[in-house]
């Protein structure tokens, strides 16, 4: 990240299929810890994600974030998640 670095707001929409409370939540903090990304709400295994720049969360898109997490918990690993990208709370509300 820089100060010029031209960004795009949007929020990222995406379920996970991990059933452990543990590593959903150590997925939110994982994504929070990504530079240009917070994690906005987790509710169940459903998260809206705040990204200035969708280059900047490629691993949570290809679910390569989720399988790493669900690897430490012993959970399976899931297909890349279906992601939804919103740039308004009008969107998001849909």
């Known amino acids: 990240l820089h100060p010029r670095m031209p960004i795009e707001p949007a929020l990222l929409l995406f379920r996970t299929r991990m059933r452990k409370g543990i590593a959903r939540v150590t997925l939110a903090n994982s994504i929070t810890l990504t530079p240009g990304t917070i994690t906005a709400s987790l509710e169940g295994s459903n998260y809206i994600i705040h990204n200035l720049k969708p280059p900047l969360a490629s691993s949570l898109v290809e679910g390569e ?30």
């Open 65 to 94: 974030m989720q399988n790493k997490i669900a690897h430490v918990y012993l959970e399976e690993e899931a297909p890349k998640p279906e992601v939804r990208w919103v740039h308004s709370l009008e969107e998001l509300e849909k």
